[in-house]
């Protein structure tokens, strides 16, 4: 399946209720790379990959920096969210060539309703893992890991492309944050994104483990 079919990858729910309310049933719907996918998981948590980071490395004063921050970048969601793609395209060009607007450039990206509704979503997921900070671990990890399970049906998708995300971000938040942006905050925020990238490339090996032809049909 190519994700040139699809219309957005990240028009996704979780931004709208807290997540605890959601857990009970472990249903959890979606949109990955513009597809409509529902999940259910068995557990109240994911499964354990190599190179998993746990949410206990998260300290609470790296919460408390979080969350402190991040009403800086939440006044602008989707001019922030469309700074980290562009960021993303410029490091890594060939991410680009996964999505709808791969052969849409400067100005007319900037105005492509795609993409600035992608820049959106992608920005309200963040604001949806600092909102459930405190429980990242069983709120949150459930909803990633079979996010990243989707992403193996994208052709061309490889799981390093994900450790774009978190270059990209530091990248923004950097400029955006300014002088706020100490290396106590860069510190803080990196570990949660590493966190919800692991959980990414955590589904997303799990199901190459578990059917071996997707990894031969990605390369």
């Not at 068995?42 to 499964?47: F, H, W």
């Not at 060009?93 to 996964?98: A, G, I, M």
């Not at 100005?107 to 309703?113: I, N, T, V």
């Amino acid at each position: 399946m190519s994700i040139a079919n699809h219309n957005d990858p990240l028009e996704c729910d979780i931004h709208r209720k807290p997540l605890q309310s959601r857990i009970a049933p472990r249903r959890y719907s979606y949109v990955t790379m513009g597809c409509a996918t529902s999940v259910t998981m068995v557990g109240s948590r994911a499964g354990t990959a190599v190179g998993e980071v746990s949410a206990d490395v998260i300290t609470p004063q790296q919460k408390k920096i979080v969350k402190r921050t991040w009403r800086y970048l939440a006044n602008d969601m989707t001019g922030h969210g469309k700074k980290v793609f562009l960021k993303i395209f410029e490091m890594n060009p060939n991410v680009k060539q996964l999505f709808p607007c791969r052969d849409v450039t400067g100005e007319a990206l900037l105005r492509d309703s795609n993409f600035k509704g992608h820049a959106a979503r992608f920005m309200q997921a963040v604001g949806a893992a600092v909102d459930n900070i405190d429980d990242l671990g069983s709120s949150l990890s459930p909803l990633l890991v079979g996010l990243g399970r989707q992403h193996t049906t994208f052709s061309g998708l490889q799981p390093e492309f994900f450790n774009a995300f978190t270059e990209a971000m530091l990248c923004i938040w950097q400029q955006e944050l300014k002088e706020r942006f100490t290396e106590e905050v860069k510190a803080a925020w990196k570990t949660v994104f590493d966190y919800l990238m692991s959980r990414l490339k955590e589904g997303y090996h799990l199901e190459t483990i578990e059917n071996p032809q997707i990894e031969i049909l990605q390369n």
